[in-house]
């Protein structure tokens, strides 16, 4: 059985797990990071780093003074805004959320890391199990409890930053032809909520900056202008999107059950962020990165009173 051993990380408790094909390492106390996901077989590190030093600046903190590196969990929201109505109308959603700046628990048993926090604006627990499903696939599983007698909304994103290179193609469901928009640096795609065509978002017109050139499913240079976030508008039928490699045909792909995660965003920093040259791929349970927009919208996902709400992802590696 592959075991989980204890490491460190930049003077961080850590923890790390390996099979035959690949490593992974999580720093609990930040948030339960992943700060790497390696392919063993090839040598690749999928996970960016900005080159910071580990850490973040505490709680409520905005996420471009922490390290902005590996993969972070957003929940309960990704913009900070505030929540919108019931019991906790008017409170903070923090920038990227709250858990991603607060220590979790985290204890290893039988191959698996149970990772878990507590809400500290809203009464929930979140927890994820971290274990292996074959020797080149992670699986996550994750829980929310809603210790309230009130519902709960939130919008849940991965957020895994990965090394970006000019080429790379991205592949998603066939089905999927039309993007709304969340950010756009010098408004290439347009202002927030605009829809656009994939991959090819030039015959709406939104920006002269588009032209005919861009294709939306290949990693772009570094060119260091343009940033954007994009949803697929309409909910999956189909939960999973994958980065290829294709010189060297290897792949980093994301599985997850499109019932209870229904959105997936697309997050590329072609150096218009910060100077960064990085990419995404962000399965959501909501729409646009602003919970109070997802709640007013209907595309929020909502926990009952005293209930809990489960999904998982699977992330593999060739």
């Known amino acids: 059985m592959n075991a989980w051993m204890k490491t460190h990380r930049e003077g961080f408790a850590a923890w ?185 978002p030039d015959r709406q017109g939104a920006s002269p900056h588009a032209g005919g050139s861009v294709d939306l499913s290949v990693v772009e240079p570094n060119g260091g202008r343009y940033a954007e976030k994009y949803y697929f508008a309409d909910e999956l039928a189909e939960g999973w999107a994958e980065v290829c490699v294709p010189d060297t045909d290897e792949a980093i792909a994301f599985r997850f059950p499109p019932e209870q995660v229904p959105y997936l965003a697309v997050w590329a920093n072609y150096g218009g962020y910060g100077g960064h040259y990085h990419l995404a791929i962000e399965p959501a349970t909501g729409m646009l990165d602003d919970l109070a927009y997802a709640m007013r919208e209907g595309k929020a996902a909502t926990v009952a009173p005293r209930g809990k709400y489960r999904w998982h992802m699977e992330v593999a590696v060739r």
């Open 16 to 200: 790390t797990l390996e099979s035959s094909r690949l490593s992974v390492t999580i720093v609990p106390e930040l948030g339960s990071k992943i700060v790497s996901l390696r392919n063993k077989e090839t040598g690749r590190e999928w996970l960016w780093s900005s080159g910071k030093p580990l850490g973040n600046q505490g709680y409520a903190s905005s996420f471009g003074d922490g390290d902005e590196s590996g993969w972070d969990e957003m929940f309960p929201g990704i913009n900070a805004c505030s929540y919108p109505n019931g019991p906790w109308r008017g409170a903070a959603v923090p920038d990227h959320g709250e858990v991603w700046t607060l220590p979790w628990d985290a204890a290893a048993q039988d191959g698996s890391l149970r990772c878990s926090v507590e809400g500290r604006q809203f009464p929930y627990r979140l927890e994820k199990v971290i274990s292996l499903a074959s020797e080149n696939t992670l699986r996550i599983d994750y829980e929310v409890t809603n210790d309230s007698d009130a519902p709960f909304s939130f919008l849940w994103a991965a957020h895994p930053l990965l090394r970006a290179e000019a080429g790379m193609k991205l592949r998603v469901p066939d089905g999927l032809k039309t993007i709304a928009v969340a950010y756009s640096a010098e408004g290439r795609l347009g202002e927030f909520g605009a829809t656009r065509t994939w991959p090819r």
